[in-house]
């Protein structure tokens, strides 16, 4: 009983452990695309009358013809990633084969 009870728990250990090969092959493929049009984020009002200025950092997932599929941000003043992401999904690569991820950083100053 006790070998039957570690054999199955091995297996079971064994599926946690197994990464399907599409999935470390996905995720290597990043940041190689050109950005073909990049349009800049509106600067929120909010932000403006407190004079909040930074960065939001994130990562565009790129379907192979270019458009935005998903933005995942990082980092950044909460005021901020609004208008970072709605910039983000309007930006356009060059075609690929495959998605990829893009590493973004959207500077915001007010001046």
């Known amino acids: 009983m006790n070998r039957l009870v570690a054999a199955a ?8 452990l197994y990464v399907p090969p599409s999935l470390t ?6 940041a190689t695309r ?8 509106r600067y929120p009002e909010m932000a403006r009358t407190m004079n ?28 901020l990633v609004r208008a970072a992401q709605e ?11 495959h998605e990829t991820r893009e590493p973004i950083e959207v500077k915001f100053d007010p001046q």
């Open 9 to 16: 728990l091995l297996v079971l250990f064994g599926l946690f």
């Open 25 to 30: 092959q996905q995720e290597q493929v990043e």
């Open 34 to 41: 050109k950005i073909v049009s990049r349009v800049m984020p």
């Open 52 to 79: 909040i200025r930074g960065s939001v950092k994130a990562e565009a997932l790129v379907k192979p013809n270019g458009v935005v599929k998903a933005v995942d941000v990082k980092g950044g003043h909460p005021v």
């Open 87 to 97: 910039a983000i999904y309007r930006w356009k690569w060059e075609p690929s084969a």
